[in-house]
T-cell receptor, first 112, second 116 residues
Framework: DAKTTQPPSMDCAEGRAANLPCNHS???????VYWYRQIHSQGPQYIIH???NNETNEMASLIITEDRKSSTLILPHATLRDTAVYYC?????????????FGSGTRLQVQP | GAVVSQHPSRVICKSGTSVKIECRSL??????MFWYRQFPKKSLMLMAT?????????EQGVEKDKFLINHASLTLSTLTVTSAHPEDSSFYIC????????????FGPGTRLTVT
């Protein structure tokens, strides 16, 4: 699976949009971009995933650049409960049920 | 979504004893389960992959005789930390993947192990 690069930390004001970038310049055509987050002392929580089109669900939006070399996770109205470590993971469905590989992630701190 | 539970949520044991952690898929059958370990302020590190009815596959550097994994049914996998030492103190997280065309992984809430 392709490697991802994320900033180690970010701050965001409560109520504002949080935009978390991820670089995956070596991504290949059959690899999806997944986002998970981990709130302190809990297991990772799935947020969203996409292949090439932008995706939106009740939690967030995922914007993938046209060349697919980077993506941005958008939390439209961040709350204090969104404070967590956010992981961007690239994964091929061809690998079947192989485990997800977690990088260092971005520690998002939502400020009141 | 699919739910994965872990028990216990936290455990304290004495050095030299063994402790068992259970991972259950509550509303789906998990053909594959994964065990991760996470040290403070670090990312999740995969320890092993287990498929129902077969032996687990361990990652390099993980001692299979120390971390015993059993996946005897489609809804339950157990991790036993044998002869625990203080350096085994960590946050242990399991995830489960269902059968069929679904490759999604669902994570448990984690188990905090403290060895004194």
């Amino acid at each position: 699976d392709a490697k991802t690069t994320q900033p180690p930390s970010m701050d965001c004001a409560e109520g504002r949009a949080a935009n978390l970038p991820c670089n995956h310049s070596t991504i290949s055509g059959n690899e999806y971009v997944y986002w998970y987050r981990q709130i302190h002392s809990q297991g990772p929580q799935y947020i969203i995933h996409g292949l090439k089109n932008n995706e939106t669900n009740e939690m967030a939006s995922l914007i993938i650049t046209e060349d697919r070399k980077s993506s941005t996770l958008i939390l439209p109205h961040a709350t204090l409960r969104d404070t967590a470590v956010y992981y961007c993971i690239v994964r091929s469905m061809d690998t079947g049920r192989r485990a997800l590989t977690f990088g260092s992630g971005t520690r998002l701190q939502v400020q009141p | 979504g699919a739910v994965v539970s872990q028990h216990p949520s936290r455990v304290i044991c004495k050095s030299g004893t063994s402790v068992k952690i259970e991972c259950r898929s509550l509303d789906f059958q998990a053909t594959t389960m994964f065990w991760y370990r996470q040290f403070p302020k670090k990312s999740l590190m995969l320890m092993a992959t287990s498929n129902e009815g077969s032996k687990a596959t361990y990652e390099q550097g993980v001692e299979k005789d120390k971390f015993l994994i059993n996946h005897a049914s489609l809804t339950l996998s157990t991790l036993t930390v044998t002869s625990a030492h203080p350096e085994d103190s960590s946050f242990y997280i399991c995830s489960a993947s269902g059968g069929g065309a679904s490759y999604e992984q669902y994570f448990g809430p984690g188990t905090r192990l403290t060895v004194t």
